[in-house]
């Protein structure tokens, strides 16, 4: 079955609006469209539930209900119990604080194992740990590839190991890493394994109690969503930490490691992903499978299938290209690589390079994207230029890819 494109694109008001319709928007990993399910719950909440939710008076009570279906909607995302997500800002304020709640766990010399294949917000805020006596182990990238070796992993694991912190995929090299078996090898040391997913969450949906890991994090902003940051834990982990809170609301578990405390209208209006994954499910699938989880994990397969092709239809195109260097694997496939493909031009900034495709109304970027380090390590020296980063999702059609090949080979 292939995705029906149509359909998917008449469920964002933006594809509607000629302002905005004439963009192919290929920066996806910095921020997601949002489909209507979405954006009308917002404006609802803001016209009408605008106060302080769970009071006794009608539009407080209708505020709390919203809240309380956007916490439903991501705990069965993840096949999860909503009292073991905390709905923060951003995924960076949640790894900051996470940190800050593991930090009680930890003697001096105890390890951390960081990458320096992820975006900051997995990296920085573990780093800050060895000013309280943590030693902090670097699990390093090939500088040729861009990809993180296993074996690598296993020699640094060591008897004073406490956390494995990594990307489930690379928001530079877009490879899609095994979590299972990095769990596994923190576990087997005695290790928390804390996953970053982030660039994971666009395509594929995962199952967090099946997934090894012990604490899971991603952004809603690019899963088609409000400015939420998304943070699961294991119970029997959540009840190690530190709560990081108020002191009187350390017992409640949508609150004891949210010191800013909930976004009201933006987690109210979470309840839309549920509802548009259930309209896509609705119109590609006849039968009725019981469970969100299931039934957005197949829809994602379809979004899976779809990206691939266009990835590698992408990704042929940048390897035509003379002097070009595309970073990680040249060539897509389904659970192995996302369709976030970066690349650099031999002779030609990639500033130039995104010059001349935006004035093709192609969106793209170029930077370092807050994986500095990463950049740094494959040998890139003006880290300001960076890479230039083509990122695709499902809304993105094979139109739109036709005039983004066009685009590449014109330059």
Not at 234 to 260: E, I, M, S, W
Not at 309 to 319: D, M, P, T
Not at 340 to 345: D, E, K, M, R, V
């Amino acid at each position: 079955m292939n995705l029906d494109t149509d359909f998917i694109r008449a469920q964002y008001p933006v594809f509607s609006n000629p302002d905005t319709a004439r963009w192919a928007m290929f920066e996806n990993a910095g921020g997601s469209y949002v489909p209507r399910q979405v954006v009308d719950r917002l404006h609802d909440f803001f016209r009408f539930t605008k106060v302080q939710p769970y009071g006794p008076f009608e539009a407080s009570i209708k505020a709390g209900e919203a809240m309380e279906a956007g916490y439903r909607a991501m705990a069965g995302l993840l096949d999860c119990h909503p009292d073991e997500l905390t709905l923060g800002p951003s995924t960076t304020m949640n790894f900051y604080v996470l940190a800050q709640a593991v930090r009680p766990l930890l003697e001096p010399g105890d390890e951390i194992i960081v990458t320096n294949q992820d975006h900051e917000a997995n990296i920085g805020c573990w780093r800050r740990l060895a000013e309280f006596g943590a030693v902090v182990r670097e699990w390093r990238i090939d500088p040729q590839t861009g990809e993180l070796d296993i074996e690598d992993l296993k020699a640094l694991v060591g008897k004073r190991t406490r956390l494995v912190c990594f990307t489930l995929c690379s928001n530079i090299v877009g490879t899609m890493h095994d979590f299972t078996a990095i769990s596994d090898i923190a576990h087997d040391a005695g290790a928390l394994a804390i996953g970053d997913g982030v660039s994971f969450a666009p395509h594929r949906v995962l199952d967090v109690h099946r997934s090894g890991l012990d604490l899971y994090l991603f952004s809603t902003y690019k899963t088609f969503g409000t400015h939420i940051g998304v943070m699961w834990g294991r119970p029997a982990v959540l009840d190690t930490l530190d709560p990081q809170g108020h002191y009187f609301n350390r017992d409640l578990p949508h609150y004891k490691f949210n010191p800013a405390g909930p976004l009201h209208a933006q987690i109210g209006a979470l309840a839309g992903i549920e509802a548009y994954i259930d309209a896509v499910y609705d119109h590609h699938f006849n039968d009725l499978l019981p469970g969100f989880h299931a039934r957005a994990a197949r829809v994602f397969d379809l979004f899976a299938r779809h990206e691939t092709l266009l990835a590698n239809r992408v990704l042929e195109a940048i390897r035509a290209l003379p002097g070009a260097r595309i970073m990680g694997q040249d060539r897509a496939v389904e659970g192995a690589r996302a369709a976030t493909i970066a690349f650099t031009l031999e002779g030609m900034p990639c500033r130039e390079v995104v010059k001349r495709l935006v004035e093709k109304n192609l969106a793209v970027r170029n930077g370092h994207f807050y994986a500095l380090r990463c950049i740094e390590a494959l040998g890139i020296e003006d880290t300001d230029d960076g890479i230039i980063r083509i990122s695709l999702v499902h809304y993105n059609s094979h139109g739109e890819v036709d005039r983004l090949v066009a685009g590449l080979a014109s330059l």
